[in-house]
């Protein structure tokens, strides 16, 4: 077998591209069959929650080739991946928000392009690498897209819309979600400090963006699924 194939037990980078593949689809099988159990809107959370994992899944497997066969960073997937991904949960972030009251669209597309210049900027930062003049400039274009969500969320008409009404769980999975949002997601730009200040860390830039993957799209996931569960129930009983 060629060599370049193989998983070299000290790769620890190699090894969570490996585990979090797995861990994607087996939570993309889970959140799936658990539809059945939710009931009305928390239906379609689900399905996104699963596709969000899914469409991860797929990626992981072509960026732990990557990283195995080259030891680089696999920059186009990941970014092609958080293209996909990152709209979606703001699609369930707003499917959450639905649920709760009536939500203008306008809050959607907001949020939505705020992600986008988040996510454009931290690619071009990325591929121009480490030590580019452009490295830190886009940095914190991508900081300003991410703290624009944040403010909306925490301050803006998002929050003003959850204080007051909803049922229990989706009082829940509101704050669950803003704690990813702000907590979980500040582990990417974590990542990219530490991947690229001092000359450029392929090792540190993955492992952190491996984590943060993990906890926001299947940590995330699993919010969703105890609110969908525990309020079908209630509405079941
Ligand atoms: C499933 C993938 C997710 C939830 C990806 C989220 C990515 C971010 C929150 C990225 C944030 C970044 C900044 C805030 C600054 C610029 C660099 C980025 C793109 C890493």
Known sequence: MDKSLMLDPGDFVGVSFWIISA????????????????????????SVASLVTGIAGLHYFYMRDVWVATGESPTVFRYVDWLLTV???IVEFYLILAAV???ASSL???LLVASIVMLV??????????GSAGLWP????GMAGWLYIVYEIFAGEASKISAANGTEASQRAFNALRMIVTVGWSIYPLGYVYGYAG????????LIYNLADF????????VIWAAATSDSSAKAA
């Open 23 to 46: 861990a994607m689809v087996a939570a993309t099988f889970f959140f799936f069959m658990e539809r059945d159990r939710a009931v009305g809107k928390w239906k379609t959370s689900l």
């Open 87 to 89: 709209p979606l949960q």
């Open 101 to 103: 009251t009536v939500v």
């Open 108 to 110: 959607f597309w907001r």
């Open 121 to 130: 900027a931290g690619y071009l930062g990325e591929v121009g690498g480490a």
């Open 138 to 141: 886009l940095f914190a274009v």
């Open 199 to 206: 000359g450029g860390d392929a090792e540190t830039l993955n």
């Open 215 to 222: 906890v926001n799209k299947i940590a995330f996931g699993v």
